[in-house]
């Protein structure tokens, strides 16, 4: 096969290959679409709420099928008892927060979806990690990390802006409050 010009690809036919390193800007911009960031935090603080509920809901009903689970294994399914509550809170996060929604059951009751920074919805293992990172953050460095929240322009928290992601208003409650 012979390598002549009209052979090669041309640099405008040539398709990237793997990731996609171009600069993005922001998706949401609080000076331009302050409707995305509109009483925010309250509803936030309340969604975390409800899916703490959820959680402690999932979490005995995991424990006690483990504990039922336990008989019938001998006591060997008792072992699960130190992993259950981080494998429903994780799998809760990841579940919820990577569905179509993009949003966990306490942020869909309060218009909320959580977001990338560059407006792309949240992968499972994404959520996981933004779910762990939120626990270690809050965990080693006190509660008071989360008034970031109050100074930052996005209402992001610490471990908003060390994943990259933004909690926005759904755009049902955008819409309503543009109109």
Known sequence: MTNTPDSRAKDSDMKPIGFDTGA??????????????????????????????????????????????????????????????????LGYSAWTMSSPPSATLGMRLFDLEIRTWYGARMTGLLGAFHTLLFY???????????LLALFDGRKRCLHDMLMGTVIVNNEVRAKLQRG
């Open 136 to 146: 270690f953050s809050v965990s080693i460095l006190t509660p008071f990390i989360l």
């Open 24 to 89: 993005r800007s922001h998706a949401y911009d609080p000076v331009t679409q302050p409707e995305y960031f509109e009483d925010l935090l309250g509803r936030r603080m309340m969604a975390f709420l409800v899916d703490v509920i959820a959680v402690t809901f999932l979490f005995f009903v995991s424990v006690s099928l483990i504990f039922i689970l336990g008989f019938v294994t001998f006591g060997l399914a008792w072992l699960m008892f130190g992993i259950v509550f981080p494998l429903v809170a």
